[in-house]
C-alpha cells in the first residue's frame, strides 16, 4: 500500500502484477508488471512516480497518469535475490533497495545505473527494514526498529 496525500492517491497491490490506483475519488485501473510479484511500492513525493520493487529483484518506476513505465532498474543484487524494501531518496533523483542477498543498493533514477552497492552480511544478522533520511543524507537499516535490535546507519553518498 502506498500513499501521496496532495494530490490525494492510493496505490495498492495485492500481489502479481495488477495495482490499483485512486486518485481523489476516482478509482483508475493500472496495470504494471515487473515480472514477478510485488514486494514494495511509494509514491515520489510531490510527483505522478510510483516506485514499485519485486521478488524478481527488478525495481520500476511508473508515470500514474501514463500507467507508462519509466524507469527498470534491474541487476544490482545478486542473481536470485528478491527485494525487500525500497525507497526514495530526497531530493528524488536516486532510490534504495535492500535486497534478500542482503545488499544495499543505490541507484540512478534517470540512467537506471547502481552508483552504490554495500554489502551488509559482515556486519550482523538479516536486515528487513530500510529507511532513508528527511534531508536524503542517511540511509537506516535494521532487523526490525525496535529498542531490541540495533540499526546500521549508512552515509547515503559513499556506503559507510
Not at 526514495?88 to 542482503?102: A, E, F, K, N, W
Not at 554489502?119 to 533520511?133: D, G, I, W
Amino acid at each position: 500500500l502506498a500513499l501521496i496525500p496532495l494530490p490525494a492517491q492510493v496505490a495498492w497491490c495485492a500481489g502479481g502484477e495488477t495495482t490499483t490506483i485512486w486518485q481523489g475519488v476516482r478509482k483508475r485501473f493500472m496495470r504494471i508488471g515487473i515480472g514477478g510479484t510485488f514486494t514494495d511500492l511509494k509514491f515520489f513525493p510531490r510527483s505522478d512516480r510510483l516506485l514499485a520493487s519485486g521478488l524478481n529483484g527488478v525495481v520500476g518506476i511508473w508515470s500514474t497518469i501514463s500507467g507508462r513505465m519509466v524507469q527498470r532498474m534491474s541487476h544490482g543484487h545478486a542473481a536470485g535475490a528478491s527485494i525487500v524494501e525500497a525507497q526514495v531518496i530526497h531530493p528524488y533523483d536516486r532510490v534504495v533497495t535492500l535486497g534478500s542477498d542482503q545488499q544495499m543498493v543505490v541507484w540512478d533514477v534517470a540512467s537506471g545505473e547502481v552508483l552504490l552497492r554495500v554489502v551488509m552480511r559482515p556486519f550482523c544478522r538479516e536486515h528487513r527494514l530500510l529507511r532513508v533520511s528527511p534531508e536524503g543524507k542517511r540511509i537506516i537499516t535494521g532487523v526490525s526498529f525496535t529498542q531490541w535490535d540495533p540499526v546500521m546507519i549508512w552515509n547515503a553518498t559513499n556506503g559507510r
